[in-house]
């Protein structure tokens, strides 16, 4: 992959890929085929930045962090594990917990520096399309899923914004499919609550 490729947009979306496919592209990136590479990113760069994108509500940090995640999937490729099946919800959680991971690092190195927390990041980039349709500005929404916690904005961000079953989600978050249900649940509830007492956002 060269540099020009490692820039994903937020109005690009999730390609749909087989088993059959995702199996083979493990098994020749394994073998360090670099079509490969290419083609997984072709299929996870844009659900991976936006992801990042509604977490950090900054695009430069986003697209840094997607090249980032890539470059770490290329290194421990080796080190992932084919099963018997489900390997397309299982490759995607362990590559979605690769850019969790990296934006944890991120904040925690912010924590650092400044006291500046995710919600406090602003942007004056393009807005989210998916904002757009459902007719919010992206400061509401955000200030929306601000209310929610860590675990409730995941849910609904994999859920809703990038449409991942609740069996990907489960093994992304190591809980089970009736945990995610529970809180899927409770996040929707605390998100209408937000989102219709507009003079408490």
Known sequence: ?????????????????????????????????????????????????RYLFHRLNDRTVAEDLTGEAFL?????????RLGPKDQKAIFSGWFYRIAHNLMIDYLRRQAKHTEMTPEMHTSSEEQPVLVMERGLTQSRLQAALNTLTQDQQDVVILCFFEELSNAEVAKLMGRTEGAVKALQHRALAALHRALTGEASI
């Open 1 to 49: 992959m060269s540099d020009r490729d490692l820039t994903p947009n937020l109005n690009g979306t999730t390609e749909w890929v087989s088993e059959e496919e995702i199996v083979s592209l493990i098994q020749r990136a394994q073998a360090y085929d670099a079509q490969a590479f290419d083609r997984l990113y072709e299929v996870y760069a844009q659900s991976i930045f």
């Open 72 to 80: 770490r999937l290329m290194e421990n490729i080796g080190n992932f």
